[in-house]
């Protein structure tokens, strides 16, 4: 099953809980959010390292 992944938009607010845009957080830090709309969240770093993790928000913010 294919499993798409969009990227956070710049001026949504960071998935890190630090309140503030994406782009002024941690888009700057090399650290990039995707998630699939349905809950589920990656924080991919520059690094090449990938975390996957659920956010029970997201399921309230994407549907
Ligand atoms: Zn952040």
Do not use: P
Not at 6 to 25: A, G, M, P
């Amino acid at each position: 099953m294919e499993n798409k992944m969009f990227e956070l938009e710049d001026n949504e607010v960071c998935l890190c809980d630090s309140n503030r845009k994406y782009k002024n957080c941690c888009k700057k830090r090399g650290i990039q959010w995707l998630h699939d709309g349905k809950g589920n969240a990656i924080r991919k770093f520059s690094l090449g390292e990938e975390l996957m993790e659920n956010f029970e928000s997201l399921k309230e913010r994407f549907t």
